[in-house]
């Protein structure tokens, strides 16, 4: 189910939050299980099974992990070691071999197949699970954390399937870590004001993502339609543009969303987007975009490979693991592990080269990555290696044949989506988040968000709503 | 202390301004319309659906298109009785819709007009063909139809051919006195073929019943809304090219499509007496576009194709059908020359360029003086009454899309 659909916002929210509120405070991480998989069942009726597995074995593997057996040993402490560690491996291969399964196995067969010359490997074509590659994460999260000792005590089974499944974060992220929801998943109070507050952050983020992101795709879509090779270079970098603003507001809207929705719950979800596009490297651009995943890579793998503690050829090639596993956990595709090598040779670059001269200048910063980032981008949006070569292209004025949407068009594009691509221009600054955060409880705030809701409600019932570009994930 | 927890109650309740309008204009609303509120379930569905047509999933079953592949190819000589029988099943669906809305009566007469004035067409071709004129043949290819449940359109049973004629080849100025009617396909032409010469009226969305309404159509080039009524009045054309009808796939069905399509060429017509008119076949969508849940799929295309191509009448009506250079052998448009599923690339525009070239009309001034006065009457008294009639049909009918497009 989206959060940007009519049965969610006026079917499955009303119903689920009355239960939940009328409901008495022990009872509460009962209901909000049985939403969640009601919310994730009605639009995957037989992947919902496979989650409830990967949360029982997962559970299972953790309590294994922290079993101690009654029968005193002589060395009781070395075989615990040994457990901690075989649970940690099996939960590790199931969690990673779902996923690989799922979502890899086609693309690591195809390309078996193709240097092989036959077709050694069957193409499985499977449906992707949905927010399969997000609760994966977050299941292996927390087997590590329990191995590593961060998680002090064991948590319950409906506390766990709680922390894996519940709703707001479930296909999209963030990706939480238990510790930031344990001390909320056993005891929470629901006050009114969060009840006000969280339905003012969704509307706002419903708005941003329906209002924005939904709107200005359709500005990527007609220049893709004419198609890449014949761009002229203002039509290229202003597709280029649109899908950066699209990507963002997308994925910004659902995290707000999701914050909204976690503090109508009692949760404190984190934040996963911090005004990325004003970043003045692109080091600091992934330490403010999708906040939830770059901690988890850093945390989980960067660190335990040694860091950059282990001298500089060892940091770089930390790096570049780090980062092509980046690239492919966003996509089964050749143009995901491109689009994360760049950004291991961008970021490395920064590091090594350029970095320190380049902050002696607020504004080139700026330059630097408002003309990478939409680049990243397009090599992110397009995995057809011709048509990203010729989009490339396009965008430094090399074409592939006549000019075929040149000034005239661009202007046409501008007329009609001048208004739309300022608006997302404001979007990109803090400035509104912080206006939201002085203003929200002034009454034209409210007034403004009602009418962002409304006009959002409006605009998926008559408009054909596409879904989050992160859902293929 | 109940007091007390009162006035904590109504504290709380001041405290949150935005929970109370949403929930009570929620209420509100999902009592006021149906889209939200009662009628949610379906909507449910349709969102599902959405997803899984923009999604990589599409279910095998919603593939199946164009029904069997044709065997026999039907062919229809005499353009004369083709018309009638057009008429004749025009005049049945109007039937229909005028049953339904409950003016028999005065349909009736006017379905007895129509088919007095199919004799004199027959009268008429008959005429003509004494006099040995080049006269087109629009043929159709029959197939088996599908079951179609759906008040948008049903399966045509079969496919409209691009009208036979010995057409020349023409080079570009051909089109200087081209004026280029259609949606967001017909802007693909304007931006992409190239013809420097030929007015482009057309605009995203734009619909055969929105096409001579005083909204106005852009004129592109100039970027300008104009009322294309004027513009017909006061400009002269030699050929008029319109495309239009996927817009349409989702509002009223395909016989109001068929009404307002003959009432607007009757209209251009009358504006433009020397025009040479083609009505363009709306090209057909990918295999991961189509969807039969909905009725975006090529069945309902080419329900539509079909029923503008039966105003074709070979002389200076042509129906003109590219789909051939751009579909599979299933009437899937290839997916390799297309983004969304729906438009071309823009460097496949080519080759529509080259179909335009190669199917040009040269009715010189003998041919227009051949033609013999009678026939012009003739076919424009006919057009005028038809279209009479199909304006009160769409009259009639004009309650069915209020209700329809819900």
């Known amino acids: 189910m989206l959060f940007s659909s009519i049965g969610f916002l006026f079917r499955f929210l009303p119903i689920f939050m009355i239960i939940y509120l009328i409901a008495p405070a022990k009872y509460r991480n009962f209901v909000l299980l049985i939403g969640s998989l009601v919310f994730y069942g009605v639009g995957e009726p037989y992947f919902v099974l496979l989650l409830i597995a990967s949360v029982l074995i997962n559970y299972g593997l953790s309590r294994y992990m922290f079993w101690e057996p009654k029968s005193p040993q002589n060395n009781r402490k070395l075989k615990a070691v040994k457990r901690r560690k075989r649970a940690l491996i099996l939960a590790c291969v199931f969690d990673f071999g779902t996923l690989f399964v799922f979502k890899y196995w086609d693309f690591v067969a195809e390309n078996v197949n193709g240097v092989a010359g036959s077709r050694w490997l069957p193409i499985l074509a499977l449906a992707l699970p949905l927010g399969i590659s997000f609760y994966t994460f977050q299941m292996v999260s927390y087997q590590l954390d329990c191995y590593w000792g961060k998680v002090p005590k064991q948590a319950g089974l409906l506390a766990y399937a709680n922390y894996i499944c519940m709703f707001p974060q479930l296909i999209v992220g963030p990706i939480l870590r238990y510790s930031e929801v344990a001390d909320r998943m056993a005891e929470r109070r629901i006050r009114v004001r969060d009840l006000e507050n969280g339905l003012k952050l969704f509307a706002a983020g419903l708005g941003i993502k329906v209002l924005l992101a939904d709107r200005i795709s359709t500005l990527w879509n007609t220049i893709m339609t004419a198609g890449p090779g014949n761009l002229h270079i203002t039509a290229a970098w202003m597709g280029a543009l649109a899908y950066s603003f699209q990507i963002y507001f997308d994925f910004w809207g659902y995290s707000v969303m999701a914050m909204g929705l976690g503090k109508m719950l009692g949760f404190r979800i984190p934040r996963n987007f911090d005004d990325p596009y004003t970043s003045r490297s692109i080091s600091e651009f992934w330490r403010r975009w999708h906040i939830t995943l770059g901690s988890w890579f850093r945390d989980y793998i960067y660190i335990p490979l040694g860091g950059n503690r282990k001298g500089s050829g060892r940091t770089i090639c930390n790096l570049f693991v780090v980062w092509a596993l980046t690239g492919l956990w966003h996509g089964a595709d050749w143009n995901f592990v ?33 003309l990478i980032i939409p680049a990243t981008w397009v090599i992110f949006a397009i995995s057809d290696m011709g048509q990203l070569t010729a989009y490339l292209g396009n965008m430094v004025g090399i074409y592939a044949g006549r000019v075929m949407v040149g000034t005239e068009q661009v202007i046409r594009y501008l007329k009609n989506y001048g208004i739309l691509l300022i608006m997302c221009v404001i979007f990109i600054t803090p400035f509104p988040r912080k206006w939201y955060h002085r203003y929200k409880d002034r009454w034209f705030t409210v007034l403004f968000l009602f009418a962002i809701f409304w006009w959002s409600v409006y605009e998926i019932v008559v408009g054909s709503n596409n879904p989050f570009l992160y859902f293929r994930f | ?94 039937q229909d819709e005028l049953q339904n809305a409950g003016e028999r009566k005065e349909e009736t007469d006017g379905i007895e007009n129509i088919n007095e004035l199919n004799i004199e067409i027959e009268k008429s071709e008959t005429l003509e063909k004494q006099e040995e004129l080049v006269k087109g043949t629009t043929k159709f290819l029959p197939y088996t139809p599908l079951e179609i449940e759906s008040r948008y359109y049903s399966d045509a049973g079969k496919i409209a051919l691009t009208t036979e004629y010995p057409y020349t080849l023409e080079n570009d100025s051909y089109f200087n006195d081209a004026a280029f009617l259609g949606d967001s396909r017909t802007l693909g032409i304007y931006d992409y073929v190239g013809l420097d010469g030929a007015d482009f009226f057309c605009d995203n969305g734009m619909t055969i019943f929105k096409l001579l309404k005083d909204d106005g159509v852009t004129e592109q080039g100039t970027g300008q809304k104009v009322d294309l009524k004027k513009v017909l009045q006061e400009r002269h054309y030699g050929k008029i090219y319109i495309m239009l009808g996927m817009n349409e796939l989702g509002y009223g069905n395909t016989t109001m499509y068929l009404q307002e399509y003959m009432s607007v060429l009757k209209q251009i017509r009358e504006w433009q007496p020397e025009a040479t008119i083609f009505i363009m076949a709306n090209l057909h969508i990918s295999r991961e576009k189509n969807n039969m849940a909905t009725e975006f799929n090529n069945i309902n295309i080419n329900d539509k194709n079909v029923a503008c191509a039966r105003l074709a009448n070979g002389t200076d009506i042509f129906y003109l059908d590219s789909n051939p250079m751009f579909t599979d052998n299933e009437g899937f448009l290839l997916s390799e020359l297309t983004f969304d599923g729906v438009h071309l690339y823009a460097k496949h525009y080519d080759k529509w360029r080259q179909f335009l070239m190669e199917h040009g009309v040269e009715r010189g001034d003998s041919a227009a003086a051949a033609v013999p006065p009678v026939e012009e009457t003739m076919i424009s008294d006919t057009d005028a009454v038809g279209a009479v009639e199909s304006m009160e049909g769409v009259q009639a009918v004009d309650a069915a899309p209020a209700e329809g497009t819900q």
């Open chain 1, 338 to 370: 491109l689009w994360g090598l760049g950004f291991f040779l961008l970021i490395s670059l920064e590091k090594k080269t350029y970095g320190n001269w380049m902050e002696r200048s607020r504004v080139l910063c700026h330059i630097y990555t408002l």
């Open chain 2, 1 to 94: 202390m109940i007091k007390q927890k009162m006035t904590k109650w109504l504290e709380n309740v001041y405290n949150c301004p935005y929970l109370i309008l949403i929930m009570v204009s929620s209420v509100v609303a999902m009592l006021s319309f149906d889209e939200i509120g009662i009628r949610v379930m379906n909507h449910i569905m349709t969102q599902d659906r959405t997803v899984s047509v923009v999604g990589d999933i599409v279910k095998a079953e919603e593939h199946q298109t164009q029904g069997e592949v044709p065997v026999i190819v039907e062919e229809i000589q005499d353009t004369g009785i083709q018309d009638a029988l057009n008429q004749n099943v025009v005049s049945e669906n109007l």
